[in-house]
């Protein structure tokens, strides 16, 4: 069955001083790792040997953030000659520019594999601004595998068993590939190596535990197991974050870390040797004073072994790193080891309360328990209540069970924290309001609330604002709970402070600002929260606390409200902030120096760019409501409006919505108008092209009728007589007959030319002819003797056309009377025509229209 396989760095074509490759040999989250040399010449190699030849089933690779390879390859081989190594493959690696290069990148690569070496070939590193010197990191690399000389088919653990099912020692039924997590390369780095071995011995014990049948201490071990990997995964973070703090030579903070580390890692010690699981762990019992073992104190040497707790009762068994205390300073000459803290410590292990879920006031409840969702908050029947009494997620207590009705006493972290709570409220009120039982915070709560309620007038101001001082102090602890119950109390409490305590004692505005800058924060970040019964609650008090006499008038929420927020808050956060001001504005509109234009467009322009298209959408609300107020003084905020800007859509809307604000039609609707204009005109074009080439039939038509007559009238005349002394010539009489004289000759203006085909016709009436002219209102082509006529008669437009009694000619009626006043037209005269172009009288007859026109 695969496992972790251990190496050894036998060679590398460079390494950077501090960063050897035999970094590599180790792996746990403190190790600096392997990089290449400053400005080295690509690709650089490793060669790695393994403890033995290995049959070779995953390799694991951890890159550093920023000096990331862009390719590696893989071989292995029997022995360091190049001529042995055999390629596997290769991988990419990601640039990290989408975790801006905070992130490391762990590759996975299965395979299939024998040999004794690997080499890796590395090549040329990602460019980016963190790598100055080009280099390539390898933080960390695992070796999953078989030993060729071990590997044997899986066997019944003993001959005698009855079980006829065959298991592996980690307990997998048939499962000869199964890779165990401990032997995953995130588990050593993301781990106190200490903390990592414990788990690995316990995980042995428990997969014994599985193979002999022996359930509860399985259940146990596995609990133990998963809490101890919080525990390692924090223990680490702590190292990390103290090694930091000595690189920047922080050293206050470095034993600051160094203490909660030393603290955190004598309770999880406390807690193992509680459960009798120090010696499962392989860890033997340091004796004290080199005669008593660790589980014994010193007045119980002679009183047997401690008894341990029944098997099937395996609470969490490590509190959390704020339930615990921070260590106090000694004087130097009491200073102990960390072995005799431990030693001390555990010697006395503290009684453990059990969770029951019959008593109402019970130390821990459902909102803190490991799993909450594994365990119903209801009233449970006898057989639910044995079911949870044997459950391996009941909560162990470090404290002496409280009795039924009394909050559990404050850890001495607790107290200093809340000393000066406490001089004022007195010990037992801030005891409930820290209990691990809820209702023991909301009566803490409540309490002060009555304090504050009756407190009399005579009291010195002195005392009423240290009174209020301590209340906030209660309250922003209050706002973080996760029990709504206690959650609504907190705000209860802070508007009564608000509305009634302040002004009616004259506080003042020091006590205001004070009030509402230390919770409004808080309020704030619950906004964000999961929950949408505690998210609305805090939208709305935020919202009624903005109306609040002294809080509207000195403008505290909008100056907590109005600053912009990153691009990469959450989502429910930034939407919450949005909501936030968009009511203010709504409610206030501008109330300077807070709300103004500048702070509503500044915050509204960050939040455009946030990821979530429902920010974004309530950022531009702001913008609308601003503009409704404001005008055009909230474009200068914003991107030039032109075709550029708008190919953007966020941008598109919002200038769209500037216009329809304004009563104007928005960009999209004017080129659909226009569209809409062009489409009518080339609809009136096409039916103007159809109504001509209708009148051109009717005159092509008409043509033919005319030639039709005169060829008639020819053929019935009668040649002339021939001329004396002249021959007769029959066929100049058939030329005169034929028909097809009129061809290629216009019948109004009586032009020929060869080009006066059929289209060529057309074309003469329509644009060419001097006896036809088009009317501009209707557009057919008329003749111009008839042009008079045809407007008061025959045109679309003859209910807008009067005749003139002077001129007879068609004139506007809104010209008509002022025409006729002038008396400038040139009066017709009986006999005569009226040319309706030149307005000149003519005879009569189609030659003196013909001549006129033609002259």
């Known amino acids: 069955m695969p496992s972790k396989i251990g190496y050894s760095v036998v060679g590398s074509t460079g390494e950077a001083e501090g960063y050897g490759a035999k970094n590599l040999e180790h792996q746990n989250p403190t190790i600096p790792g392997w990089q290449t040399p400053r400005f080295c010449v690509y690709p650089q190699e490793l060669i790695i040997r393994m403890n033995e030849r290995t049959n070779v089933k995953k390799l694991q690779l951890l890159a550093h953030q920023f000096m990331i390879p862009s390719k590696i390859e893989f071989f292995v081989g029997t022995n360091e000659s190049a001529d042995s190594f055999k390629r596997l493959g290769y991988i990419y690696l990601s640039n990290n520019e989408k975790t801006g290069f905070k992130a490391r990148e762990l590759k996975s690569v299965h395979v299939d594999a024998d040999g ?44 005698g068993t009855t079980n006829p099912l065959n298991y592996s020692i980690e307990g997998s039924i048939n499962k000869p590939d199964y890779i165990s997590p401990m032997d995953d390369l995130a588990f050593d ?18 997969q014994k ?95 047997g072994p401690q008894p341990s707790p029944p098997p099937m009762e395996s609470p969490s068994l490590f509190v959390p790193h704020e339930e615990i205390a921070s260590p106090r300073l000694e004087p130097p000459q009491e200073q102990k080891t960390f072995k005799t803290q431990i030693q001390e410590k555990v010697a006395s292990p503290e009684p453990v309360a059990t969770y029951s879920p019959r008593v109402r006031h019970s130390p821990a409840i459902y909102d803190e328990k490991v799993i909450p969702a594994l365990v119903k908050h209801k009233d449970p029947d006898p057989f639910l209540e044995d079911e949870f009494k044997n459950s391996c997620f009941s909560v162990a207590i470090n404290k002496p069970s409280a009795p039924s009705g009394e909050p559990e006493a404050m850890s001495e972290k607790s107290i200093r924290e809340a000393s000066s709570v406490i001089d004022v409220f007195g010990l037992p009120l ?4 820290y209990s691990k039982t809820w209702s023991f915070r909301e009566d803490a709560l409540l309490a002060v609330y009555k304090l504050l309620s009756n407190a009399p007038e005579t ?31 907190s705000l209860r409490l802070l508007e009564l402070i608000l509305v009634d305590f302040v002004p009616k004692h004259k506080l003042g505005k020091v006590e205001t600002v004070h009030a509402v800058s230390r919770t409004l924060p808080n309020l704030i970040q619950k906004t964000g929260e999961t929950a949408a019964r505690s998210r609305n609650a805090a939208i709305e008090f935020i919202d009624r606390m903005s109306e609040f006499a002294m809080v509207h008038q000195y403008q505290l929420v909008a100056q907590q409200a109005t600053p912009p927020f990153k691009r990469d808050m959450a989502m429910r956060l930034a939407l919450s902030r949005v909501e936030i001001l968009e009511r203010l504005f709504t409610k206030f509109g501008l109330e300077p120096p807070v709300l103004t234009v500048e702070t509503g467009m500044k915050f509204a322009s960050q939040a455009l760019s946030h990821s979530s298209g429902s920010v974004r959408d309530a950022a531009t609300r702001i913008i609308f409501l601003l503009y409704k107020i404001a005008g055009n003084a909230v474009k200068a905020y914003l991107p030039p409006d032109d075709n550029t800007t708008r190919k953007n859509p966020l941008y598109r809307n919002i200038f769209d919505g500037f216009d329809r604000i304004s009563g104007k039609l928005t960009q999209s609707e004017l080129k659909a108008q226009q569209q809409a204009k062009a489409a009518e005109s080339e609809r009136k074009k096409k039916q103007e092209i159809e109504d001509l080439q209708s009148q051109v039939n009717q005159l092509r038509q008409m043509n033919n009728m005319v030639a039709n007559e005169k060829s008639k009238k020819s053929t019935t005349k009668p040649p002339p007589p021939p001329a004396e002394g002249s021959e007769a ?26 080009a006066f085909t059929e289209e060529g016709l057309d074309l003469h009436y329509w644009k060419h002819c001097p006896l036809l002219k088009k009317c501009e209102h209707c557009k057919q082509v008329v003749e111009v003797a008839g042009y008079c006529g045809h407007l008061l008669t025959e045109c679309d437009k003859k209910s807008e056309f009067g005749e003139c009694p002077r001129c007879k000619e068609a004139i506007p009626l809104t010209d008509l009377d002022k025409h006729v006043a002038d008396k400038r037209c040139t009066a017709a005269k009986p006999g005569l025509d009226h040319c309706p172009l030149c307005h000149k009288n003519i005879a009569l007859g189609e030659e003196s229209w013909k001549s006129h026109l033609m002259g």
């Open 189 to 206: 780095m993301y781990q106190d190596p200490e903390v990592a071995g414990i788990i690995r011995k316990l995980d042995v014990k428990k």
């Open 209 to 303: 535990a599985v193979i002999a049948e022996n359930f509860d201490v399985a259940k146990r071990m596995k609990q133990a197991i998963a809490d101890l990997q919080k525990v390692g995964e924090k223990l680490a973070r702590y190292e990390l974050d103290k090694r930091r703090a000595v690189e920047h030579e922080d050293y206050d903070l470095a034993k600051s870390k160094k203490s909660q580390m030393d603290e955190y890692r004598l309770k999880v010690y406390q807690q193992l040797q509680k459960y009798n699981l120090l010696e499962d762990a392989g860890i033997s019992p340091v004796k004290q004073n080199g005669e008593q073992p660790l589980q014994q104190s010193p007045n119980q040497a002679h009183a």
């Open 459 to 489: 009291i010195s101001k002195d005392e009423l604002k240290s009174h209020l001082r301590a209340a906030i102090f209660l309250i922003r602890r209050a706002i973080k709970d996760k029990v709504h119950a206690v959650f609504h109390a």
């Open 116 to 159: 004794h070496f690997l080499r890796l070939v590395v090549h040329k590193n990602h460019m980016n601004k963190f790598n100055l010197y080009n280099q390539v990191g390898i933080m960390a690399f695992n070796v999953i595998g078989d030993g060729i000389s071990k590997r044997h088919p899986l066997k019944p653990i003993s001959s």
């Open 430 to 433: 801030v005891s409930g309001a």
């Open 729 to 754: 010539s029959p066929n100049k009489a058939g030329d005169e007959n034929d028909s097809t004289y009129l061809e290629n000759m216009c019948i109004f203006c009586g032009e020929r030319d060869d």
